[in-house]
């Protein structure tokens, strides 16, 4: 089992920055690919950016050269920077590991969860 620890977000304004962390506990050697997920109200879930066991890390084109994925604490939080935000990236933003990499495009590729975080942006 793994479990997945939110923290960070709120409010902030347009071209500011916020940080979000999300801390594994549990079988992490297991973790082969963790992600960062967002929906806005009305919208589907959509990828932000995947980070996986080497390093690699994949960002949607909409947040690319924006925000960055980073593994620390020995590799047991992912955390997501964010900057120059925009209205748009108004939504709850989800961590999420997955046991298996098949490409991490997708919700359902990944078993474990965090409790979501709102971040707002706004004047």
């Known amino acids: 089992q793994v479990q997945l620890v939110q923290s960070g977000g709120g409010l902030v304004q347009p071209g500011g920055s916020l940080r979000l962390s999300c801390a594994a506990s549990?079988?992490?050697?297991?973790?082969?690919?963790m992600g960062w997920f967002r929906q806005a109200p009305g919208k589907e879930r959509e990828l932000v950016a995947t980070?996986?066991?080497?390093?690699?890390?994949n960002y949607a084109e909409s947040v690319k050269d924006r925000f960055t994925i980073s593994r620390e604490n020995g590799e047991n939080t992912v955390s997501l920077q964010m900057n120059r935000l925009k209205p748009e990236d108004t939504a709850v933003y989800s961590c999420a590991a997955a046991l298996y990499d098949s490409g991490g495009y997708l919700p359902t590729e990944y078993g474990y969860w965090g409790r979501g975080t709102q971040v707002t942006v706004s004047s």
């Open positions: 549990g079988s992490i050697f297991r973790i082969n690919l």
């Open positions: 980070i996986r066991r080497g390093g690699t890390a």
